[in-house]
Nanobody, 122 residues
Framework: QVQLAESGGGSVQPGGSLRLSCAAS????????MGWYRQAPGAERESVAA???????NYADSVKGRFTISREMAKNTVHLQMNSLKPEDTAVYYC????????????????WGQGTQVTVSS
């Protein structure tokens, strides 16, 4: 019944920035972990970033130093700031929420958004 709504996707040139947002239908304090996944055409879904209720973060090696995940508690929203974007970042980005604290894979998440398209090209 929990709804997650992604926004902020679009088309940018390499080196550009985008800020994705994931608005939840209930307080994000209900979840011990929230994360972002992405899936490119013909590729498997992969984890991009995650954040726990305590503020601990985890990033895929491919985005470390470029992406930042954060929470805006008053707006029930999780953000993904994406800087220095590369063509290989092109994918549909999905928001996910989990009641459990420790995440071992995509199956650990209880709810998923519909996704937002990010396209990086010149």
């Amino acid at each position: 019944q929990v709804q997650l709504a992604e926004s902020g996707g679009g088309s940018v040139q390499p080196g550009g920035s985008l800020r994705l947002s994931c608005a939840a239908s209930e307080s994000i304090s209900s979840f011990n972990a929230m994360g972002w996944y992405r899936q490119a055409p013909g590729a498997e879904r992969e984890s991009v970033a995650a954040i726990t209720s305590g503020g601990n973060t985890n990033y895929a090696d491919s985005v470390k130093g470029r992406f930042t995940i954060s929470r805006e508690m008053a707006k029930n929203t999780v953000h993904l700031q994406m800087n220095s974007l590369k063509p290989e970042d092109t994918a549909v980005y999905y928001c996910a929420a989990a009641y459990r604290y420790y995440i071992t894979g995509a199956s650990s998440y209880d709810y998923w958004g519909q996704g937002t398209q990010v396209t990086v090209s010149s």
